[in-house]
């Protein structure tokens, strides 16, 4: 249970307060309501050049890392196809140079043509290194637009391709900027050795000058049921050949969602999982295996993946792992099967909560959500979970009408 207070500034921001006295440290969480699935389609990737661009310097504050380091502090920052989430972890006695740091931010970076210049090559490096560059690097760019026809989800994080973050013009830089990064699209949470009465001070001295700006309201095309299998394949210059396999599945903020995450690590947790002992161990088909759902805040993929031992042919593997999908979707699983995925959900909810900015992304992430209680529900959701209700998981989301698939062969 993560206790918190919280309340709202006149300029729209949400700011949650999580108080620990038995820690010295202080963390700052600000999540943004903006990811990839909110960009253009022929102007992707501007949710994660941002992610570079907020490290860039602001009007006030050139250098963002040597002001934070100075006072002990770190910070790092992640996009996905969802949210966008920076985060300070500094001592609590330097708690203002975070509200400082991260409000003259908010307030306006420093768009110069330099700073747009130099993170769009840094960008255009991690596109070419992690997903065209590396083996099995383009997966992603291939596995997404086949799943998803209409939805933004079609295109990474990173982007549909280079051209999109090689060409972004400063004017569609700072519209993006100005729509999506303001008091009213975000979350800010502080935890540590802070009180209320001090967060509120700070808040409203460094952050409730800043413009609320109007908080976007979101209108994607819908994915529509997917209505027959979709099969590409791909040969590359990669060790091994492998199968990569996608189902439409719920969003996060579904009441199935616990279900389906324990499906997943009935099939695939760890190496007990049912897949790996079948599949993997006992008949070795694949040599590696994984299965998750993405999580996605829309409607998102249930997705298993496996690399193919040498020798084995694809057509093969794949009759194999569907043979085990065919079990859990007509066999109820076993009570031990069950209760061991729910210790192992219980135990990692526990130890994440252990960590203070664990925990304020937490709340940040159920305020998101609807609100921040929400993350104190989580494991209770997870252990009301039954049988029947991964077995009516399993067949509503392994029917081969609702799969893509996705075969990655050697050369």
Not at 37 to 46: A, I, K, L, S
Not at 288 to 301: E, P, R
Request: with cysteine.
């Amino acid at each position: 249970m993560i206790p918190y207070k919280k309340f709202k500034l006149k300029n729209g921001l949400t700011v949650i307060v999580h108080e620990d006295k038995s820690t010295p440290l202080a963390a700052i969480n600000i999540l943004y309501d903006v990811g990839a699935r909110d960009e253009h389609p022929e102007r992707t990737g501007f949710a994660h050049l941002f992610e570079h661009l907020m490290f860039g310097g602001s009007v006030n504050i050139p250098d963002y890392d040597n002001a934070l380091q100075k006072v002990g502090g770190t910070n790092n920052a992640f996009t996905n196809n969802d949210i966008t989430n920076y985060y300070i972890k500094l001592p609590a006695i330097n708690l203002e140079t975070g509200f400082w740091l991260e409000s003259d931010r908010m307030l306006s970076l420093a768009f110069s043509e330099k700073s747009l210049r130099v993170q769009k090559n840094v960008v255009c490096e991690e596109f070419k290194e992690r997903y065209l560059n590396q083996p099995y690097g383009d997966v992603w760019l291939k596995l997404r637009p086949l799943a998803y026809q209409v939805h933004p989800y079609q295109w990474p994080t990173i982007g549909k391709q280079l051209s999109h973050i090689r060409e972004a013009q400063m004017k569609d830089v700072k519209a993006f900027f100005n729509k999506h990064y303001c008091p009213s699209n975000a979350i800010l949470v502080v935890a540590g050795n802070v009180t209320l009465s001090q967060v509120k001070q700070l808040s409203k001295k460094w952050f409730e000058p800043i413009p609320g700006g109007k908080k976007p309201k979101r209108k994607l095309p819908q994915e529509p049921k997917q209505k027959e299998a979709r099969y590409k394949t791909l040969k590359r210059d990669v060790p091994a050949n492998a199968i990569y396999k996608s189902y439409h599945t719920c969003s996060r903020n579904d009441k199935e969602y616990f279900a389906i995450d324990l499906l997943s690590d009935v099939l695939g947790g760890g190496d007990s999982g049912r897949l790996k002992q079948e599949l993997v161990k006992k008949n070795q088909i694949f040599s590696s295996m994984n299965v998750y759902q993405s999580g996605s805040y829309d409607k998102g993929m249930f997705l298993v993946t496996g690399k193919l031992h040498k020798g084995v042919k694809y057509k093969d593997a794949d009759k194999a792992l569907d043979e085990e999908l065919i079990k859990i979707k007509e066999e109820l699983v076993a009570d031990q099967e069950l209760q061991k995925v729910k210790n192992q959900i219980e135990s990692t909810i526990e130890f994440e909560e252990v960590g203070l900015l664990n925990r304020a992304m937490a709340l940040a992430f159920g305020e998101l959500q609807g609100d921040a209680s929400i993350c104190n529900k989580d494991l209770d959701n997870y252990l009301k979970v039954t049988k029947s209700q991964i077995k009516e998981q399993a067949n509503l989301i392994f029917d081969e009408k609702n799969c893509s698939t996705l075969y990655y062969l050697t050369k």
